[in-house]
């Protein structure tokens, strides 16, 4: 240390002022090193900002690159990341956008260039870092159910065509020009006053051949028919002659009674299950000669059983002689209260008679019934049937191209049977609940309000409370008889009441379908629903309650207005398909 200290006195002395220069220039590089670390920090903390600006902007557009280009991505990227990180002291800038659609990823490239403070004494202006982020995120497979309003009024200002023209439209956005997709399924389900599941699908074991009690509504054995049954091929299903009429009674095989018809069998729609089975998800179970596992259903109510997770085909019964035909309101008269194989003595043809007669199963075998219109006969207001889950673009056109406009409206056993086409469960199972790669949607539309249809003024001596024939039954058949409004003995719980106006019966439609679509949606699916012409605010307000969102619940009067209401749907599960 003595020896340098010569050295700088001496070099002094020798050089005059050299000594001060040399000074100032170690001066600056030492404050420049000490300064190095605070231009370290501030690059560091440059570089942190820029590189989650990119990462954000990097999930932001990954839904893009299937549609868009490079440069567009890259210059959408770049005014993110400076919005969100560019400011006086730091220049950022995404350099390139480099895009895999097979992978599902977007890669950006950048850098961030920061000004120096202190090193910049030594020719060093400012420090350059490189960036890079990349997303990516699988497509979604997605399962669609549109549920699609078929009843009569879709007739006024041409809103089938327009219906069907929208539902087309979405299914070709959705298909992106494939005629099979791997990532897309979609069903169909037009309805009325009742769902069509399929006649084809008489044989399948959650179709109802006499094991629900609900089976046996509206029905009553006779002498006749206990003397035909022996005769026919095949015989009704569970049906045992050694089984007491009264327990009888409660069994009804009606494809079998529906196969005795002359010239009419099944057209394959269905009737509601008890309440509250008719707003869950609860799976049909398979009889035989274990019964199966129905604690779940009997934890719902003792009354319940496996039996009634059938689905019992739709039969509405054959009104008394005495009420008239459609030109009184009834619709329901299509055949003899004394004709088939029934026997005498004969019930008595006065109201003490009324579901003696109308109950009576005889008449039905070996008839021609009086066809006058859909609304006529023990199929009535069968629309077309509904199309499960496929993959398949043109059987789904086809299906929604079908379509005709006749009927009541059942907005509640639509978006049931819609329910029923996306879940896990028979009788149409999908994907998991659980699933985390598929995406469960339900477009919900209709033209009106659920329309029940009671007894009318020119009607009062009906003794069923309504003059068309519901997905629950008459309104009698959940009271213990005409005159006794009590709750069934058997506790199960159908709708309404034989004297209910229309407005008591709209309402529990109503609360019933705010159940199913509120259960829906626990169970992960996500709804829209679309009022064409729903003038009441009361029904406007419950439709956008059972979608998702009141963003996801859409409103007009005009039907050509659909196609682009369906398309921003389309368009929004298109995007939502590509960015899990």
């Known amino acids: 240390m003595v020896k340098l200290r010569d050295c700088l006195r001496q070099f002094a002395r020798n050089e005059d002022g050299a ?7 170690m001066a600056v590089v030492l404050t420049a090193l000490s300064g190095a670390v605070v231009d370290y920090t501030r690059m560091q903390e440059q570089r942190n900002r820029a590189q989650i600006a990119l990462d954000s902007a990097a999930l932001a557009l990954q839904e893009g690159i299937f549609t ?71 497509k979604l497979r997605l399962e669609v159910a549109m549920v699609l309003d078929n009843s009569g009024s879709m007739l006024q200002q041409n809103r089938m065509e327009h219906l069907q023209k929208a539902a087309t439209n979405a299914v070709n956005i959705l298909f992106d020009g494939e005629s099979v997709h791997n990532d897309v399924f979609i ?30 509504d509206n029905f009553r054995f006779d002498p006749g028919t206990i003397n035909y049954i022996p005769t026919s091929t095949p015989q009704p299903k569970n049906y045992s ?81 005495r009420l008239g035909g459609s030109g009184t309101n009834t619709y329901l008269q299509y055949v003899g209260d004394t004709g088939g194989v029934c026997q005498a003595p004969h019930p008595a043809n006065d109201a003490s008679g009324d579901f003696a007669r109308q109950e009576r199963i005889c008449k039905y075998i070996g008839v021609n019934l009086n066809h006058a219109g859909d609304f006529r006969g023990p199929n009535v207001d069968c629309g077309k049937p509904m199309l499960p889950l496929t993959n398949v673009r043109q059987p789904i056109l086809n299906s929604i191209n079908d379509m005709v406009a006749l009927g009541g409206t059942n907005i509640h056993m639509g978006a049931m049977w819609g329910w029923h086409t996306l879940s896990p469960h028979e009788p149409f199972p999908a994907a998991d609940y659980d699933d985390d790669d598929i995406s469960k949607v339900m477009i919900l ?35 213990r008889s005409r005159d006794n409004t009590s709750d069934r003995l058997d506790g199960f719980i159908r709708l309404g009441k034989r004297l209910w106006n229309k407005a008591q019966l709209k309402a529990e439609m109503d ?70």
């Open 187 to 216: 069903s169909v389900v037009p309805y009325t006053y009742h769902v069509n599941v399929g006649a084809h699908n008489a044989d399948e074991f959650w179709v109802d051949r006499g094991d629900s009690r609900l089976s046996g």
């Open 19 to 25: 000594f001060i220069v040399l000074f100032g220039v």
């Open 511 to 580: 609360r019933r379908l705010e159940e199913t679509c509120t259960n829906a949606k626990a169970a992960g699916i996500r709804i829209y629903s679309i009022g064409l012409a729903v003038s009441a605010q009361a029904d406007r307000d419950m439709m956008t309650r059972c979608a998702t969102s009141p963003q996801d619940a859409y409103f007009t009067n005009n039907p050509a207005d659909l196609n682009s209401v369906f398309e921003e749907i389309a368009d929004q599960l298109s995007a939502l398909r590509l960015s899990l």
């Open 445 to 479: 539309m209709t033209d009106g309000e659920n329309t029940p249809y009671e007894i009318t003024a020119n009607n009062t001596n009906n003794p069923n409370g309504s003059w068309l024939f519901s997905a629950y039954g008459h309104p009698v058949n959940n009271q």
């Open 68 to 138: 868009r280009s490079r440069e567009d991505i890259r210059i959408d990227a770049e005014r993110l990341v400076r919005e969100r990180a560019g400011n006086n002291s730091a220049n950022v800038w995404v350099e390139d956008a480099f895009i895999d659609t097979d992978a599902g990823s977007l890669t950006l490239t950048g850098g961030v260039d920061v000004p120096m403070l202190f090193v910049r004494l030594v020719g060093v202006e400012n420090l350059t870092a490189a960036i890079t982020s990349q997303a990516t995120r699988k």
């Open 241 to 321: 002659p050694t089984t007491p009429l009264a327990e009888q009674d409660r069994h009804v095989d009606r494809v079998w009674l529906y196969n005795q018809i002359n010239n009419e069998s099944w057209r394959g729609c269905v009737e509601a299950r008890p309440h509250p089975l008719d707003v869950m998800d609860i799976p049909p179970r398979r009889g035989g000669a274990i019964p199966p596992d129905d604690s779940d259903v009997t934890a719902i109510s003792n009354a319940l059983s496996w039996r009634e997770t059938l689905f019992v085909p739709l039969f509405a019964p054959d009104l008394p002689d």
